[in-house]
C-alpha cells in the first residue's frame, strides 16, 4: 500500500474521531496519540524500504550523510526500535509527513476543541 493512499484513509478516521470527542479535554491524550501514529508511519516507511540498500537509498535521499546512512540501514536493531529513535525521527520529519498530507491529531484538535 502507497503512503498516499494509507495517509488519504488515516485523514478521514482522524478527523471523525477528533469531531466526536471535541467536547472533551484531550490535549495531551492528542500529544501522545500524535507521537504513536507518526511512530507507526515511520514503521511502515521503513519496512517499505526492506532491503539494507533501499533503506540506505532512502536515508541519503532524506539528508543523512553516506557513512551514517549505511550504518543504520544496515542496523540489526528491529522496526520499532528504530522507527522510534533518532534516526528515522531526524530524517522522516513531521514537516515531512505534514508535508504529504498527515494530519496532526494534536494541531487538529485544536483548531477544532477552540470553536
Known sequence: MSMDYRISKLNPVIRGWI???RICDMNTLMKE?????RVRIRMCIWKQWKTPQRREWGLRKLGMNAFWAHVNANSRKGIMTIASSGIM???VTNAILKRKGLLS???YY???HSH
Do not use: E
Not at 33 to 37: N, V
Open 33 to 37: 496519540m500524535d507521537s504513536w501514529l
Open 110 to 112: 485544536q483548531l477544532v
Open 19 to 21: 469531531n466526536y470527542f
Open 89 to 91: 525521527k531526524r530524517t
Open 105 to 107: 491529531l494534536a494541531d
